[in-house]
């Protein structure tokens, strides 16, 4: 009896594993943020120091698609403020025609010393800190926190859907979109799934609003930003008023 409810257990871990299940997901990382720092992050500095295709008109088309897919549409925050979080070296954002753009973006000071054409001098305001960072100035003044292929780059998500949290108004929207994945790697250290994200953003007062996988035709038909088998794309509301 006792060695058929182990093996039982055996099936079911497999079977999670293979969903992107408990296991081996990870939300925070037990590597320090050090290495963070010199591993994924030295690895994302170089892959924007050579990716010409960020910079020519290809990027914002493609942008365009995938924010349409999504269901926004570029005069829809015009005067409000939108956050871009993990912006990267060129400005998805900018689709939103009008909106006061703010970047939270690590790499931001960076970007700007080193990658001639990055439009990130385009924000009006631009915070060169991880997202676990509280940015005081952000508290409260947010209409859209938005983040696109970036979550699982990072080293403290429950952090990050904090403090996200924090910086909407009371009406505001969180949209969190990135790479569904069963294993962590030097270059993505977290694992996130529907599983982990759950209790996360339910610890962090957020209300799931919707969530969607994958991204329709805007990406020539994959279905990732580059890892795993689908995105995980998140609607998100306050759930502390
Ligand atoms: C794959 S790029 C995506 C950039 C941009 N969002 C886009 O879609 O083009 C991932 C970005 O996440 C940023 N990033 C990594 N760790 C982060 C963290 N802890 N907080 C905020 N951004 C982070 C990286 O510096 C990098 O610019």
């Known amino acids: 009896m006792v060695a058929l409810k182990r093996r039982a257990r055996r099936v079911v871990n497999r079977l999670l594993r293979r969903r992107g299940g408990a296991p081996q997901v990870v939300a925070k990382t037990t590597e320090s943020r050090d290495k963070w720092a010199t591993e994924a992050q030295e690895g994302e500095f170089l892959f924007h ?4 295709w960020r910079q020519t008109p290809d990027f914002m088309r493609q942008t365009d698609r995938l924010l349409r897919h999504f269901g926004f549409t570029p005069e829809q925050y015009a005067g409000r403020t939108v956050v871009d979080v993990g912006a990267g070296s060129m400005l998805r954002t900018k689709f939103f025609t009008g909106a006061h753009l703010v970047v939270v973006e690590p790499l931001a000071d960076r970007f700007l010393t080193e990658i ?5 001098k385009d924000a009006a305001e631009l915070y060169s800190t991880p997202a676990e960072q509280l940015i005081t100035e952000l508290v409260g003044r947010c209409d859209l926190v938005i983040s696109i292929n970036v979550l699982d780059h990072c080293y403290d998500f429950p952090q990050i859907v ?15 979109t990135f790479d569904m994945h069963d294993k962590a790697d030097h270059m993505h250290p977290l694992s996130l799934t529907e599983q982990t994200c759950k209790p996360i953003f339910a610890k962090a007062k957020l209300r799931i609003e919707k969530v969607t996988t994958g991204v329709g035709d805007a990406l020539g038909g994959a279905q990732t930003y580059g890892h795993g088998p689908f995105t995980l794309n998140y609607w998100l509301r306050r759930a502390d008023i």
């Not at 001639?116 to 990130?120: F, G, Q, R, S, V």
């Not at 403090?163 to 969190?176: E, H, M, S, T, V």
């Open 116 to 120: 001639e054409n990055t439009d990130l």
């Open 49 to 52: 120091k050579n990716n010409k």
């Open 162 to 176: 904090d403090n996200i949290r924090q910086y909407l108004k009371p009406d505001g929207l969180a949209f969190l």
